[in-house]
């Protein structure tokens, strides 16, 4: 069974940083292309940023270039995304996304991230 949890969620002021962890089980995590999405309230879920198996193609979404960054590590069969320069409209809950090369999506519980002084 594929689980994807989520962890690292918080409240944080404007300007801060927080670096979200997703850990994978139950999958050959190096095959699969792993994503973050948003969901604020009211609103539908957000591509936010995503890469592929080996970590060579990494896509972001325009609102968050420059302050976000998606990274991997297949040995922890772990997902990250550090957020940096943190602004109450980042505020949401974040889900990680696990696409199979069969494109089977999975998607984890997700974790709220507050944005507020």
Known sequence: QIQLVESGGGLVQPGGSL??????SGLTFNY??????????GKERDFVAG????????KYDDS?????????DNAKNT????MNNLQPEDTAVYFCKARSPGDDV????????????
Not at 19 to 24: D, F, Q
Not at 32 to 41: C, G, L, T
Not at 51 to 58: A, P, V
């Open 19 to 24: 670096r979200l962890s997703c850990e994978a």
């Open 79 to 82: 997902v990250y995304l550090q």
């Open 51 to 58: 890469m592929n198996g080996d970590g060579r193609i990494r």
């Open 106 to 117: 999975y998607w984890g519980q997700g974790t709220q991230v507050t944005v507020s002084s």
């Open 32 to 41: 699969y292309r792993m994503s973050w999405y948003r969901q604020a309230p």
């Open 64 to 72: 968050v270039k420059g302050r976000f960054t998606i990274s991997r």
